[in-house]
């Protein structure tokens, strides 16, 4: 049987979010219920990856031991729920480094694809911005939109969005369980 796979957004998806950015362990806070849906999935036979952007390297805000001291954490918390995390992908560049890692862009969904040998069309990336959605669909996965973080702006500016979207990570978890 192939491994299936749920791909996560970090920020505004797992953890509360800031427009200042999440720049410590300590500011890093799952929102609640995320890492129970996380462990809901893996009891489910899925494994679950994160990807990221994660500018705040680039505009010198941390740097990357602090950001994997971030990662440390959310995987210990994780794993206290019950859950595990495979693997984190992340995008260290700013907006204006046109690379082609950071989301809306596809390259991380590529490197994931190719580090797990999975086909993206058969994999749920879920999100709670507009580029999480724009990169999910260009790299052919299936999108999933959470109201968490940025969600509720997202719909506020995109309305007419044709996939599903949940409350939380945790009902999207529950979708996702329902449909396997």
Known sequence: MTERYVILDRDGTINV?????IKSPDEWLPLPGSLEAIALLNRHG???V??????GIARGLFD????????????????GAGGQIEKVYFCPHGPADDCCCRKPKTGLFEDFAQDKRVDLKNVYSIGDSFRDIEASLAAGSRPILVKTGKGLQTLQKHPNLNFPIFENLYDAAKYIVSKS
């Open 17 to 21: 979010d800031s427009d200042a950015f």
């Open 46 to 48: 899925y494994k679950v």
């Open 50 to 55: 994160v990807i990221s952007n994660q500018s």
């Open 64 to 79: 990357l031991a602090t950001l994997e001291a971030m990662h440390d954490k959310m995987r210990r918390l994780t794993a």
